[in-house]
């Protein structure tokens, strides 16, 4: 059966997608599968897509460092979430209402890095957010729900 686009041709259609195939397909007037059966039988139009993903994980993760830079405390958070892992910044599973930012502080007291987070935490919410058993399932002590950084205690009328 002969192909009707060359790999070439895919491969290219990728590379401007950036490696999106639903947009590469669309471009070349093809389903997607048809993208992914090129993908899979030519290595060079493999290669192309794989590199193209990169690349676009690569801006990605260049936008969230500028993020962080900028102070972002959702981008802050992610980072710690997903990086920070081995250092003890995790999501707390045994309550469903977490800080606005997704995480709780983590367990570990005299880590320096989990002090920085601690004070981070205090600047933007101007309080640790847990209960006197490390918990906040208290209503006075929880985490706004709203993402506003006011805990019901701080509300304005």
Same mark, same amino acid.
């Given at each position: @059966?002969?192909? *009707? &686009?060359?790999?070439e041709q895919?491969?290219? %259609?990728? !590379?401007?997608?950036? #490696?999106?195939?639903?947009i590469?397909?669309?471009s +070349?007037?093809?389903?997607r599968? !048809?993208i992914? *059966? &090129? ?6 139009v493999?290669?192309a &897509?794989? $590199?193209?993903?990169?690349? +676009?994980?690569?801006l990605?993760? @260049?936008?969230? @460092?500028?993020?962080?830079d900028? #102070? ?5 958070? &992610? ?5 920070g ?6 999501i707390d ?6 800080p606005?930012? #997704?995480? *709780?502080?983590?367990?570990?007291e005299?880590? $320096? ?5 601690? %004070?981070?935490?205090? $600047? ?5 957010? !847990? ?9 006075d002590?929880?985490?706004? $729900?709203? /993402?506003? /950084?006011? !805990?019901p205690? =701080?509300? =304005?009328?």
């Amino acid at each position: @059966m002969k192909e *009707r &686009y060359t790999p070439e041709q895919v491969a290219e %259609a990728l !590379t401007e997608a950036h #490696g999106i195939r639903t947009i590469a397909a669309r471009s +070349l007037r093809c389903s997607r599968s !048809t993208i992914d *059966r &090129y993908i899979a039988r030519h290595p060079a139009v493999r290669e192309a &897509y794989d $590199e193209a993903r990169n690349d +676009l994980l690569d801006l990605a993760e @260049m936008q969230l @460092m500028d993020a962080v830079d900028e #102070g972002k405390f959702p981008a802050i958070t &992610y980072t710690l979430l997903t990086l920070g892992k081995d250092r003890g910044y995790i999501i707390d599973d045994r309550r469903r209402r977490v800080p606005a930012g #997704g995480c *709780r502080r983590p367990p570990v007291e005299d880590d $320096e890095a989990a002090k920085e987070f601690e %004070a981070a935490v205090l $600047e933007i919410y101007g309080r640790s957010g !847990t209960a006197g058993d490390g918990t906040a399932d208290d209503e006075d002590d929880a985490w706004p $729900e709203d /993402g506003s /950084g006011e !805990t019901p205690d =701080q509300e =304005q009328g």
